[in-house]
């Protein structure tokens, strides 16, 4: 009995067996199955009825305007065999009673038909004898027209033809014309007639008044009840339109697809639906050519009527209003009702509940209610899923955030000792604020420590310790073998992370007497590329305290140091090459002046300009000069100020330049002044030093070369001997020159004399007098 009664509970049963019981309701609703077949089936016969009524009226307007231009050739057979129009063309001065009575036999043809409006009658050279017209106005007789159409005749007659039909464009109207030899008996072309087809002809055609479409029960829709337009083309690259006005818009979109034109010319006459765009869309079109009656082999117009099928939904849907449409959409209505309250109670609010108990988990709210867990449907497991996936989710979100403070931790103290390496110039500095940063941000850490490898890489020197420990290890200087059985010589002769997890297990573990409460000990190696420069040491007092997280940031942290130590190492060395060359060119600039005045044969280089007040100011120009700063003296009794300037010249003081200024004129500007006048004494001084050496040495390389020019040719020696002698003496002009050669035996070697000069036993000398 229980079993029957949760079988008949709609919350216990399947997702699947509810859908099908509301979607095999709905199909059992047989007004609505019957309504969307009547309204397919209504649609279709509507459509093909539409079809078959489009093909009927437009093949009937198609053959109407091709017979009524047939008629058109046939009234102007009969005419141009008239003896009067043969007279007037024949004659070669024709009377003017003949152009009357052929105007008269024109305008009576005009009056007993409408098929035509215009009649005109052109000689063999193309000019007008008679003309007749229905039109109101005068006659048309522009040469050019009468040009025009009799070119086109003289065409047809070359292709054996003595009819011809022309359409063209004359001043925004579209004209119809066609043109028929006059011949004489003998068969002789005389003149051509012309006529203008009477347009309102196709407009007549080119509105489908007849266009009906039947609807079940026998009922049918008038055609102003139903959209539609039709138009006339012609063939070419420039086409004639012909249309009425109120439907020029319309056409112009219809072309400029030009589907059923296309179809048209090529020959694929019939009814088809096809697309225009998006206005007006799709549409039903009926297509078809109209052969030139002179020429049937030649397409004279493409007749095409276009009716847009958007226009027909209201028309189709006509009979299937009334009583019957109500009734179906209240039935429809009343069912939908059920399904939806049914689908509401059973799925929509338990699966509402579940959101929104979804939505509290991720604000962390954690005691939002859920549909029952003891539902025995879909909805029941997943409402016990979600119970126990909040359950871990829960315990995940409080394991993460534990995890993330230990990584913000960690972060911390990278950046901390990211900055120590990189604002730090002193290695000792550094290294000493680098340990003292790890035993601050790692709880587990009680004692950390740096080593470095020596210069010949034998032995790995503590360098930075923490601790009274670490200060006992530092005064003892100790230092561990790179290799040897121990966590820092492992790690700086391995080159790898020594980690010992338990140093009571560690073989390679060496106590420290210092740090007795060690339960585990990590070095890392501090490299530089691939050589190693130290090692980074850490301890704690737990066992095995160092997870994988830790040991990576750890890693990191040593290789930051490894990179603040080079740096800090290379800083240093920048530092002194800097100084020494900065030395290096002082004594340069010392020694290149020393040099100069020497070669001046004077003590000192001095210059005076201005009043001489006769004031002693050595005392003020040696104070300058050792002090390297501006001095300031005592006013005299002149009125004036001295001041003496250090002349430097890359830091190195060359003398001093002094100065009597107006007490009163006397300011910081003038001082300023002062000192970057000197400064640019400076560089002018030794600029023009180093132009007097630079002309010096281009005179000596000359002389040089002037006395190597003389000594080549010579081939004897005493000649190039002599040639020396007095060359020599000329460019030193030395009063006496002396060249001596000494010959030395097998055994005999040269001895040094006091200026570095070998002697040996004179053989033959050559002297020289100036």
């Known amino acids: 009995m229980n079993a029957i009664v949760r079988t008949l509970q709609l919350s216990d049963w399947p997702l699947a067996a509810k859908f099908t019981a509301a979607f095999v309701t709905a199909l059992l609703i047989p007004t609505l199955v019957i309504g969307v077949i009547s309204q397919n089936l209504f649609q279709t016969a509507g459509v093909e009825a539409l079809r078959a ?10 053959e109407n305007i091709q017979k009524e231009m047939t008629q058109v050739l046939g009234t102007m057979s009969q005419l141009a065999g008239q003896d009067a129009l043969v007279t007037l063309l024949r004659a070669d001065s024709p009377m003017a ?40 106005g005068p006659v048309q007789n522009v040469s050019a027209n009468n040009r025009l159409l009799f070119d ?28 028929y030899a006059v011949r004489d008996t003998q068969g002789n072309v005389l003149g051509f007639l012309v006529a203008t087809f009477n347009n309102a002809l196709l407009l007549d055609n080119l509105v489908a008044d007849n266009l009906t479409i039947l609807r079940p029960e026998g009922r049918s829709v008038s055609a102003s009840q139903i959209p539609y337009y039709s138009y006339l083309i012609t063939p070419g690259d420039r086409p004639i339109r012909f249309n009425r006005v109120e439907f020029s818009q319309v056409v112009e979109r219809s072309l400029s697809y030009r589907t ?30 109209i052969p030139d009656p002179t020429n049937q082999a030649q397409a004279l117009f493409a007749y095409v009527v276009e009716v847009p099928l958007s226009g027909l939904s209201a028309p189709l849907l006509g009979g299937f209003g009334g009583p019957r449409l109500f009734v179906l959409g209240l039935g429809l209505l009343s069912i939908v009702g059920v399904l939806v309250a049914f689908f509401h109670q059973s799925i929509t609010r338990p699966l509402t509940t579940l959101r929104q108990a979804v939505q509290g988990a991720a604000h962390g709210n954690y005691e939002h209610s859920v549909p029952s867990a003891q539902r025995a449907d879909e909805i029941g497991e997943l409402s016990a899923a979600f119970v126990d996936m909040r359950a871990q989710m829960q315990t995940l979100i409080g394991d993460l955030e534990a995890r993330i403070a230990a990584r913000a931790r960690d972060i911390s103290a990278t950046q901390d000792v990211s900055r120590v390496a990189a604002t730090q110039r002193n290695l000792q500095n550094l290294l000493d604020q680098v340990v003292e940063l790890v035993v601050e941000k790692f709880p587990s850490i009680y004692h950390a420590q740096v080593f470095l490898v020596d210069v010949d890489g034998r032995r790995a020197t503590l360098r930075a310790s923490t601790g009274q420990a670490g200060q006992l290890l530092l005064l003892r200087g100790h230092a561990l073998t790179v290799g040897s059985v121990s966590v820092i010589g492992q790690a700086t002769g391995q080159g790898e992370r020594i980690l010992v997890r338990n140093t009571a297990a560690s073989p390679i573990h060496s106590p420290n007497e210092f740090l007795p409460e060690t339960r585990a000990e990590m070095a890392i190696p501090l490299r530089i590329g691939s050589r190693v420069i130290g090692a980074l040491d850490v301890q704690s007092k737990q066992v095995n305290p160092f997870d994988e997280d830790e040991i990576s940031i750890l890693q990191t942290l040593a290789d930051q140091v490894a990179v603040g130590i080079e740096n800090a190492r290379l800083y240093q060395e920048s530092t002194q090459r800097v100084t020494e060359i900065d030395r290096a060119n002082r004594q340069a600039t010392v020694r290149a002046w020393q040099e ?41 009794s002149h009125g004036t100020t001295p001041i003496a300037v250090p002349i430097q010249l890359r830091g ?32 002018s001084l030794d600029n023009a030093r180093l132009i007097q050496e630079s002309r010096r040495n281009a005179e000596r390389e000359r002389v040089v070369n002037a006395i190597s020019a003389k000594l080549t040719p010579q081939t004897e020696i005493s000649e190039i001997l002599q040639t020396a002698v007095r060359e020599v003496g000329q460019a030193l002009r030395a009063p006496q020159v002396s060249i001596r050669l000494h010959r030395l035996t097998p055994d005999e ?22």
Do not use: C
């Not at 009524?53 to 198609?62: E, F, R, T, V």
């Not at 024109?106 to 007749?132: F, H, K, P, Y």
């Not at 059923?260 to 998006?278: I, K, M, P």
């Not at 001093?656 to 640019?680: D, M, Y």
């Open 652 to 683: 190195q003081i060359l003398g001093a330049v002094e100065w009597e200024i107006p007490s009163g004129e006397l300011n910081e500007n003038k001082l300023q002044l002062a000192q970057e006048l000197a400064g640019r004494l400076a560089v």
């Open 596 to 636: 100069f005045i020497y070669g001046q044969r004077q003590q000192e280089l001095s210059s005076q300009s201005g009043r001489i007040t006769g004031e002693d100011l050595s005392g003020l120009r040696r104070r300058a000069v050792e002090e390297s700063r501006i001095v300031i003296g005592e006013p005299t």
């Open 260 to 289: 059923a034109v296309d179809r048209a010319f090529g020959e694929q006459n019939g009814v088809s639906q096809y697309t225009l765009g998006t206005d007006p869309g799709e549409v039903m079109g009926f297509y078809t050519t």
């Open 97 to 136: 009673d003949d152009v009357t009575q052929a105007a008269s036999l024109m305008q009576g043809t005009l009056t007993v038909t409408d098929l035509m409006v215009r009649l005109r009658l052109i000689d063999t050279s193309g000019n007008l004898e008679a003309s007749a017209s229905d039109i109101d």
């Open 152 to 179: 086109q005749a003289e065409n047809a007659l070359v292709q054996g033809r003595f009819q011809s039909a022309l359409v063209y464009d004359d001043s925004g109207t579209t004209l119809v014309e066609f043109s």
């Open 53 to 62: 009524d489009l093909n009927q009226d437009g093949s009937y307007h198609a």
């Open 749 to 770: 070697k040269p001895a040094a004399s006091s200026n570095g000069s070998a002697k040996t036993i004179p053989s033959k000398s050559l002297q020289g007098q100036e």
